[in-house]
């Protein structure tokens, strides 16, 4: 199957890609934001606190008389006492040691940084790689310049926004693995109608049922509905047909008998012979075609009918006693070791059926035709009809059931009974396997399968 039709041959998949698209948006479009938004805060807050401090340091920040920096206090922050923390300050006046943080054991900060009395920031490299530097340039009491330069680690920064990206994404599975989960219990839950609905058919299809059964939703009720009516109509139409291929069939009769009477006056006369010959064997052709239509309307009037069932053995057991007292020099078996079984399908035309080949088994049989109910471990169910008699050859068995076919014509018969059996297990969705038995002829009727008792 291609990806195109898998696609389009699933209801469940397209709304679970629906889902999985909706999620992976949803769920990317709050990534991106919030990255994007707590980048922005928090890189406002660290500069807020570097102008702070870079002031603070200024304030605190004097020179004695031989000109040479000194604070009047440490910083606040204890952060720029421990060394290489990260966190560094620095005052440089020109021609004098440059007074450093207590955390700045090694390197210096670019005094460029400080040069005008304005705040300014950049990223350079510090004592322990790239930072975030301040600077501010002070004038002295004699005039001289005050570089006051502060700064943090650039990787202080981006090791806040890294703990939260990854916390984030943590919270982010678990929103969407939260999301795909109760999006699949809506799919399943809003599936489930339809669902039911197979299941209606499948009742409906097996003859448990005679209509789609169920409350649906709005959505569907009126599918439900239509298809119903359509049962209903295509029912009637299947009967109505059948009647009037009946009528037509019985209808032809009259005027056939009329045809063949004539044709049998017409034998009197020499002259006429041969035509009259032509004419009685065409009548009897057919005369067998309507014999067989007429049977064949009658049988199937309640073929197709949702909602049928036969039950086993009780259905067979009038049909073998007819057939004892019709062939009574022949003995009938049944033999069904299971419980009785429900099959979904018109009783009369199984009846028929069965009928039909324990006639010919009663006709052929040499002493015993034995019947054989069983279910398979597939599901299906089996009748079997075996006799002890002549059988037939492969190519026999091959034309046995085509109308008016009879290989024996010493024994009475129009050569209809398979033709129909053949017809009645096409209306019944049965399979017919004729075959050679042990003895005679074996014939195997195949049904997919029993239905629950009601
Ligand atoms: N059990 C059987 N054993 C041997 N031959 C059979 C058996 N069943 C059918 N046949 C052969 O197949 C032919 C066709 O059978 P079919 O039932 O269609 O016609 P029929 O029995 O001759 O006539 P009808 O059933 O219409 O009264 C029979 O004439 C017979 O030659
Ligand atoms: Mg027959």
Redesign the pocket.
């Known amino acids: 199957m291609s990806k195109a039709s898998t696609i389009s041959g699933s209801l469940r998949l397209r709304f679970l890609i629906a889902v999985l698209v909706w999620v992976a948006l949803g769920v990317g479009g709050i990534w991106f934001t919030s990255n994007r938004v707590f980048e922005r805060h928090i890189e406002d807050m660290y500069h807020e606190e570097l102008e702070v401090h870079v002031r603070e340091l200024a304030r605190l920040t004097e020179l004695d008389e031989e000109g040479r920096p000194f604070l009047t206090r440490p910083l606040s922050d204890p952060r720029y006492e421990v060394p290489l923390s990260g966190f560094y300050w620095q005052v440089t006046v020109p021609r004098q040691p440059a007074l450093l943080s207590q955390s700045m054991t090694r390197g210096t900060l670019d005094e460029q940084i400080a040069h005008s009395p304005d705040v300014a920031h950049t990223v350079e490299g510090g004592p322990t790689g790239p930072a975030i530097t301040y600077g501010l340039l002070e004038y002295g009491p004699n005039g001289e310049p005050i570089h006051i330069v502060i700064a943090t680690d650039e990787r202080e920064l981006l090791e806040d926004i890294a703990a939260f990206t990854n916390e984030l994404m943590v919270w982010l599975a678990a929103l969407a693995a939260l999301l795909l989960a109760t999006g699949i219990a809506v799919i399943s839950f809003g599936l489930q109608p339809l669902r039911r609905l197979g299941r209606a058919i499948t009742r409906l299809r097996s003859g448990e049922a005679e209509e789609l059964q169920g409350r649906y939703p709005s959505e569907i009720a009126p599918l439900v509905t239509d298809l119903n009516e359509y049962v209903r109509q295509n029912t009637a139409i299947v009967r109505r047909a059948r009647v009037q291929a009946g009528n037509l069939a019985h209808s032809l009769r009259t005027p056939l008998a009329i045809l063949t009477d004539e044709a049998e006056q017409l034998a009197q006369d020499k002259n006429c012979a041969g035509a009259s010959k032509v004419l009685l064997e065409q009548a009897e052709a057919m005369q067998q075609q309507i014999d067989y239509q007429l049977a064949r309307a009658r049988s199937a009037a309640g073929a197709s009918v949702p909602g049928s069932r036969a039950m086993l053995p009780e259905l067979a057991v009038p049909i073998l006693n007819a057939m004892r007292r019709l062939h009574p020099d022949k003995d009938f078996t049944l033999e069904q070791e299971e419980g009785p079984l429900v099959l979904g399908v018109d009783p009369v035309n199984l009846s028929e059926l069965i009928s ?1 080949l324990l ?3 009663g ?3 040499r002493e015993n035709v034995r019947m054989a109910v069983r279910s398979h471990s597939d599901g299906a169910v089996t009748i079997l009809v075996e ?1 002890d ?4 050859s492969t190519d ?1 068995i091959a034309s ?2 085509d109308v008016g ?4 014509t010493e ?9 129909m059996a053949r017809d009645i297990c096409e209306d019944l969705g049965a399979d017919l396997t004729l075959g050679m038995g042990k003895a ?2 074996r014939v195997e009727l195949r049904f997919d399968g029993a239905i629950p008792p009601r």
């Open positions: 039909i006639d010919n088994a006709k052929w049989a006799d008699g002549p059988g037939m026999q046995a059931c076919t009879r290989f024996d024994k009475s018969g129009s050569g209809l009974g398979l033709a005679g002829l």
